[in-house]
């Protein structure tokens, strides 16, 4: 069954404390890795696509990179407006159609 | 700004009525989700269509319809709606092969 799967759940952080979160993910002829920034009520803010092993994407104090069995999501040197919860998905595509499956992503709180 | 427009922004309403939502895609994009995000839940998708035809279907109620108009954009309809039914309602437009999502800012929903 495809699955995407993130830690952790939460995640805080000082003020400049890097570090990374993980996107694992079982699927099917993936087709694309996409991050994705959701603040509280709010739709979720694309940042990041990754297509293929070894690719790596940057901006500003984030970083995502992929390996054929998951993702991460490298922040550098946090700010406290870095807040918020970090969504990772992937699309497939079968019965005919491109669907997108979501992890539940990881609740970041920065703190000053 | 995504590109992808949503009314209302809120919606309060009773118990037992009926409610549209809108969508309004990205300029050129053929395809539209729809997903519902209740309290600290996850993304729960609802339906997709792709160029005015329904394309998937994911854990949408009976009470829900959807429908795509030749314009591309798009109506999600609750019918006796419940208590349970209040969430935030968010639509997403892709290009559709190899792409990201993009959302809506939502349209929160509450059942009183």
């Known amino acids: 069954e495809d699955q995407v799967t993130q830690s952790p759940e939460a995640l805080r952080l000082q003020e400049g404390e890097s570090s990374s979160l993980n996107c694992s993910y079982t699927?099917?002829?993936?087709?694309?890795l996409f991050w994705y920034r959701q603040d509280p009520g709010k739709g979720p803010e694309f940042l990041f696509t990754?297509?293929?092993a070894g690719e790596e994407k940057e901006k500003e104090r984030l970083k995502a990179t992929l390996t054929k069995k998951e993702s991460f999501l490298h922040i550098t040197a946090p700010k406290p407006e870095d807040s918020a919860t970090y969504l990772c998905a992937v699309q497939a595509f079968y019965s005919g159609t491109y669907k997108y499956i979501f992890g539940t992503g990881t609740r970041l709180k920065v703190l000053a | 700004d995504s590109g992808v427009t949503q009314t209302p922004k809120h919606l309060i309403t009773a118990t037992g009525q009926r409610v549209t939502l809108r969508c309004s895609p990205r300029?050129?994009?053929?395809?539209v989700y729809w997903y519902q995000q209740s309290l600290d839940q996850g993304l729960q998708f609802l339906i997709q269509y792709y160029n005015g035809e329904e394309r998937a279907k994911g854990n949408i109620l009976e009470r829900f319809s959807a429908q795509q108009f030749p314009d591309l954009h798009s109506e999600l309809n609750l019918s006796s709606l419940e208590l349970g039914d209040s969430a935030l309602y968010f639509c997403a437009s892709s290009a559709y092969k190899n792409s990201p999502l993009h959302f809506g800012n939502g349209t929160r929903l509450t059942v009183t």
């Open positions: 300029s050129g994009d053929l395809s």
């Open positions: 990754l297509y293929s």
């Open positions: 699927v099917s002829g993936l087709r694309g």
